[in-house]
Antibody
Framework: QVQLQESGPGLVKPSETLSLTCTVS????????WSWIRQPPGKGLDWIGY???????NYNPSLQSRVTISVDTSKNQFSLNLSSVTAADTAMYYC????????????WGKGTTVTVSS | QTLVTQEPSFSVSPGGTVTLTCGLS?????????PSWYQQTPGQAPHTLIY???TRSSGVPDRFSGSILGNKAALTITGAQADDESTYYC??????????FGGGTKLTVL
């Protein structure tokens, strides 16, 4: 079955760019929508954005100016870049698959913790 | 920005029934919002329970059910068990390729 694995630096300095990758195994990235979600410590889940395997994207309006999601179908991966980070971006970051139709997240990665600190 | 509202906390007795709700600050929730529900225990990734209002994800026990109640989406747990103690999140599809999570309901079984 499809599994997702997030990877990337666990520590990022303020004002720098957070970069994470989600690797899809057990299935193809093609034909599906893929998403990033985050969860600050002790708080709820927050949708960051999505990408279709063809490259079309959309983002949470509150993060839109700082977020870029990209896809590499040859590597079965998609990535998140979040620029100009602050301590408020410290969170667990999850990647997930979105099923269409029905428009829900059906497979989740285990998550990766990112701390923003100097 | 539209807010998706959930009860911050709820408690239920073992074997009891509880209904958690998911509303909108500026509209009624309907099936057009494709409500989905996720369960999260501490230290774990979310787990999909319900999608498209009332369809259980594969392997989810039938004590979990989804519906529209009045102007909100609802998750009902019938015959609550100790390991149902979790935080439950709803997600609504807002159209224009935007999804919004509710703030989550922390359910205590005691």
């Amino acid at each position: 079955q499809v599994q997702l694995q997030e990877s990337g630096p666990g520590l990022v300095k303020p004002s720098e760019t957070l970069s994470l990758t989600c690797t899809v195994s057990g299935g193809s990235i093609s034909g599906y929508y893929w998403s990033w979600i985050r969860q600050p410590p002790g708080k709820g889940l927050d949708w960051i954005g999505y990408i279709y395997y063809s490259g079309s994207t959309n983002y949470n309006p509150s993060l839109q100016s700082r977020v870029t999601i990209s896809v590499d179908t040859s590597k079965n991966q998609f990535s998140l870049n979040l620029s100009s980070v602050t301590a408020a971006d410290t969170a667990m970051y999850y990647c997930a698959r979105i099923r269409n139709p029905n428009l829900y997240m059906d497979v989740w990665g285990k998550g990766t913790t990112v701390t923003v600190s100097s | 920005q539209t807010l998706v509202t959930q009860e911050p906390s709820f408690s239920v007795s073992p074997g009891g029934t509880v209904t958690l709700t998911c509303g909108l600050s500026s509209d009624s929730v309907s099936t057009s919002y494709y409500p989905s529900w996720y369960q999260q225990t501490p230290g774990q990734a979310p787990h999909t329970l319900i999608y498209n209002t009332n369809t259980r994800s594969s392997g989810v026990p039938d004590r979990f059910s989804g519906s529209i109640l009045g102007n909100k989406a609802a998750l009902t747990i019938t015959g609550a068990q100790a390991d149902d103690e979790s935080t439950y999140y709803c997600v609504l599809y807002m159209g224009s390729d935007i999804w919004v999570f509710g703030g989550g309901t922390k359910l205590t079984v005691l």
